[in-house]
């Protein structure tokens, strides 16, 4: 007599139910490195969770098999990118990756798990309580990393050059004096100093060259990319805004990359992180700090542009000082301008024109 083999509850579960074209099926996948847990939402209520190992192939396998009634697959952004649903859409199946920071939290929640997560998920996408991102090609995806390693390099290389100065004032060294170029790397290497001192300094000296050489090489890239068919229309309508250059141009246009998804100047102060926290309650409204949301150097950037256009452009030192004399602080105003700038962008491209102080207001 032959043992027949038992089914998981997955397979139970698949093999008893039979899915029609007016069910509705929502799922919910807890995306890590090693395990996902999957929550399938059917018809009113969660009707499965299983876990399973991290392998796209297999997860969409198992989905095929609900083609029929599946309304939406969703999971939040992290760190395995957007593999997942480029293959989930490339099968034909409705997918989405979930704006982590906009999911409802329960503030009294006595437990969190990945099995709990998933089924949240799968019930909030059935309810439409979840935030979407935009997903980028993969070519989109490709320019936009090599716009975010020029930030890292020159994150890396800022953390030297601190950690140089340190090493100085650590053993009283005077510094040399001079802006970081070659006649002053020649002095800290010509320092009189103890030996062991002096091979430390050589050993970061070397790795600020280094990052120099990096940064200049990925700088040199980034020109190739962005002088190509695809961008060179929209970054000589960004650079044509006064304190806008080639950098601030590259991560506008990078970190954007589908510009027309947004509709309104609020959606892009919004998806910078330039608008301010409203709190309301009853009679009472106030305005507090920026929101920071999205990516800060993007917003570093624009700030550094909003500076620069404050030097260079008398419209802009009148709109800074009637921000100036309304908040009575110059952070605040400078934020307005940067903010300004990143709705103006938005707008010249949209409409593809050059930048008009006449045209373009805000």
Known sequence: MTMRKRLSKKESWFKENNFKAEDEIYVGVDVHKVHYHVAIWHNGRIGCVYSMSSDNNKLLRDLKRIRGSLKNIVYEAGPTGYALVRLLRS??????????????????????????????????????????????????????????????????????????????????????????????????????????LMFTLNQHVDEYEFLCSKIKETKAELRKIFSSERHSAAIEIFK?????????????????????????????????????????????????????????????????????????????????NRLLRNTGNGKKAIIGLAKRIAIHLWRMLCDGCLYDANIVKV
């Open 240 to 320: 044509s805004h006064p304190g806008v250059g080639n950098i601030v141009a590259w991560a506008f246009r990078a970190e954007m990359f589908d510009i027309t998804r947004f509709k309104e100047p609020k959606h892009i102060s919004k998806y910078t992180g330039l608008c301010p926290r409203i709190s309301q309650s009853g009679n009472t409204c106030r305005q507090g700090p920026i929101t920071k949301t999205g990516r800060r150097q993007l917003r570093a950037l624009l700030v550094q542009a909003a500076w620069a256009w404050y030097r260079n452009d008398p419209h802009a030192r009148q709109i800074y």
């Open 91 to 196: 099968a034909k199946l409705p997918a989405e990756v979930v704006a982590a920071s906009k999911t409802p939290r329960m503030t009294d929640s006595s437990a969190k798990t990945d099995r709990l997560d998933c089924q949240q998920l799968a019930t909030y996408a059935a309810k439409g309580l979840l935030t979407f991102v935009s997903v980028p090609t993969e070519q989109q995806e490709s320019d936009r990393q090599v716009v975010r390693l020029r930030d890292q390099l020159a994150s890396k290389r800022k953390r030297i050059m601190q950690q140089i100065k340190s090493l100085l004032l650590q053993h009283g060294i005077s510094w040399p004096g001079g802006g970081w170029n070659e006649a002053l790397l020649k002095r800290l290497r010509e320092l009189d100093i103890a030996s062991e």
